[in-house]
């Protein structure tokens, strides 16, 4: 059973929308490497661990994941919120606009929708911990890219 606390872990306080950023972020939110993989992945692979220990702790960083779902979601709200139609033109958020508006829908920055393939579940345990390891090692990556990119 999940408890949810109606509260960020982190709060996201944004002052300034900036939509050439959530280009960029909406990756970790639903691309191959996002947040929202990630959480389904570990959730998943918890039903067909043989260990105990082991279920826990993918409930546990499963769980993590998607506060960092919650967390993405309000930096991707507040990075587009009270657009203009100049704004959202110029920075070329307007192939997202079309279909989505303002709101929060998981894709990666190429405009591929969440896709299922993204987690890897495979039922066995060297398997899974490894696909585990290699996609927050891709999720790192992408983060340090993002800082280039960004600054």
Known sequence: MFEYSNRL????????????????I???LGGPDGELAASTRYLSQRFSMPYSRIIGILTDVGVEELSHVEMISA????????????EIKKSGFDT???????GIYPQAA???????????VKGDVFADLNEDLAADAAMIMHTQN??????
């Open 9 to 24: 872990q982190y709060p996201v306080k944004i002052k300034n929308p900036n939509p050439a950023y959530a280009k960029i």
């Open 26 to 28: 909406v990756s970790q």
């Open 75 to 86: 930096i991707l709200y507040q990075l587009t919120r009270n657009l203009s139609v100049e």
């Open 96 to 102: 997202y606009f079309v279909d989505h508006t303002t």
């Open 110 to 120: 190429s405009g591929v929708p969440f896709r299922a393939e993204y987690i890897g």
């Open 146 to 151: 993002m800082h280039i990119y960004s600054s």
